[in-house]
Every structure is written in C-alpha cells, then in structure tokens.
C-alpha cells in the first residue's frame, strides 16, 4: 500500500510554568492510502496531541510529517491552510462550530471557501450527507438549538464536504447513543470504502473494530500495533472486538 502519511520521530513538547513535558516522543509510523487507522490508550498519553500535529493543527516540536511527499513542518501557515481544507477532514473534540451561522451554512462553509466545485454541488452534497446522518431536519436551525450529538454529526458533515483524502476524528462517537453512534460509524465507513483514509481516536472497542490496525498509545510513544487480518466481507465484528480486547489487556490497557 502507497504511504499517505508519513511520520518520523515526532516528539511535541509543552512548555508551562517553565516545566516542560514531553507529551509525543518520537513517534514513527505510516498511514496507508485509504487506510483506516484507529489510536487507543489511556487517557492523557497524547492521542489528541497526535492528531493535531500529524493534521497540521498544532506544530510539532521536531520531527517531520509528509503528506503526499510533502513536509507539513516545511510549509507557511498559508500554505497549511489550503492544504487543511483541500485535503483534511476534521472531527475535534472543540467543535469549531460558528456560532452565528445554521448547522447548513457552517456545513457548506469550508467547501465554499475551498472552490473546489460549484456551490450548488457543495449544497447537494451537504444535504446528503446530513440525510446520511439522520440530521437533515435540524438543518436551518442555530447550533445553539440542537443537541451535543447533533452537533458531532453535523461536524462529520463538514468534516466530509470536500471529500477529503484523510479523515481525522477524535472519539467520534464519544457523546452519542448507540443508534446516533451506529449512524456516525456507517458514515465512516462508507467514506473509507471509499478512499478516503482515517485516523481516529476512541476508547470504544466496538468502534475502533471497525478500522484495519488498531495503534496503542501510552505516555506518548507507540506500545504496539495490531493489523486485523479478516478484511473486506468475512469480516467478523464480535471476533475482532475479542481479538482487539486480548491485545489491550496485554498492552495494558
Ligand atoms: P489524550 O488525548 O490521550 O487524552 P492529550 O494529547 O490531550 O492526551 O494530552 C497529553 C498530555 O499533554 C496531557 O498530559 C495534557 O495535559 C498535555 N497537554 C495537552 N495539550 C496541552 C497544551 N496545549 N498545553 C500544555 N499541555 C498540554
Ligand atoms: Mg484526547
């Protein structure tokens, strides 16, 4: 598989009150294209911090991240950017939602700024996506008139409006009902099958049994991986949780 990412020795370090602590140290590994890895461990080993670095969000303090041959470290915060909102997805834990705008407007919004098709394109394509999520009717109203898990499928939507190469998602499902969580999940899902690579964060076996390697994190370095080995349709959710579950424990979960 043709590498879409690239990661080497990354290490971010956090200064306060002039105690500094290494919250990423060294960190190496690979995200496929269209390959969809899920991070787990404890809390507080670092997992938002990685997405944040490895996505551009955040600077790293050394080490290099490339991305379709390009060094996130060597490019300007313009640059970043553009390549942000042409080729990223992004689901945060702080939603970044605006305020003064309906969920349809903050869910068209970066697909208007990026250009990158007709507004009208962009406006059918959030009105499937919000179809998809179960959610197309709070679609006119303020952010402030719906719900926290409403929201979180919502930021999906704007998350996937350009149809990004890599979708970065931090506990996803982390607020949902397990009826809201299913829906968020297929969503995923499908997009992946559809060439777009994920990078996601979750404490939730079931949902991280979806992915095709699962990364264990702890006190900011990676303590082991592991590949599911049934793909495709002989997949098998309740055997891979046992399996994914069996490895935890042995990691330390
Ligand atoms: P996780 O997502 O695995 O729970 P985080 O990446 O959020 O972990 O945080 C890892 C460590 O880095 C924690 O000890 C946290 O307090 C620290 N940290 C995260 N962000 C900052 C920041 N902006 N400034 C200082 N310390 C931070
Ligand atoms: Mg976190």
Redesign the pocket.
């Known amino acids: 598989m043709e590498n879409l990412i690239t990661v080497k020795n990354l290490c971010?370090t956090?200064?306060?009150n002039s105690v500094s602590?290494n919250?990423?140290q060294n960190v190496n590994f690979e995200l496929g294209k269209g390959e969809f890895v899920a991070?787990m461990?404890?809390?507080?080993?670092?997992?938002?911090?990685?997405?944040?670095t490895v996505s551009g969000m955040?600077r790293m303090t050394s080490g290099s991240v490339k991305f379709k041959g390009k060094n996130l470290e060597e490019m300007s915060e313009k640059e970043l950017e553009k390549f942000r909102l042409h080729s990223m997805g992004f689901i945060f834990q702080q939603m970044y939602m605006m305020k003064k705008l309906s969920i349809f407007d903050n869910i068209v919004l970066p697909g208007y700024q990026a250009g990158l098709v007709s507004r009208k394109e962009i406006n059918e394509r959030a009105e499937e996506l919000m179809r998809n999520l179960g959610i197309i009717e709070a679609a006119e109203h303020d952010i402030n008139e719906v719900s926290g898990g409403q929201l979180q499928r919502a930021c999906l939507c704007r998350a996937l409006i350009n149809r990004p190469e890599v979708l970065f998602a931090?506990e996803p499902t982390g607020s949902l009902n397990s009826g809201a969580a299913g829906e968020v999940m297929n969503e995923i899902r499908k997009v992946n099958k559809n060439g777009t690579a994920v990078m996601m964060?979750t404490h939730s076996t079931k949902v991280a049994a979806e992915s095709d390697r699962v990364i264990y994190?702890a006190d900011?370095n990676i303590r082991g991986e592991m590949k599911f080995d049934d793909s495709g349709n002989s997949r098998d959710i309740h055997s891979r949780e046992r399996k994914l579950s069996t490895w935890l424990m042995e990691q330390g979960w």
């Open positions: 971010r956090y200064i306060v602590s919250v990423l991070i461990g404890p809390s507080g080993s670092g997992k938002s911090t990685l997405l944040y955040d931090d964060v994190l900011g």
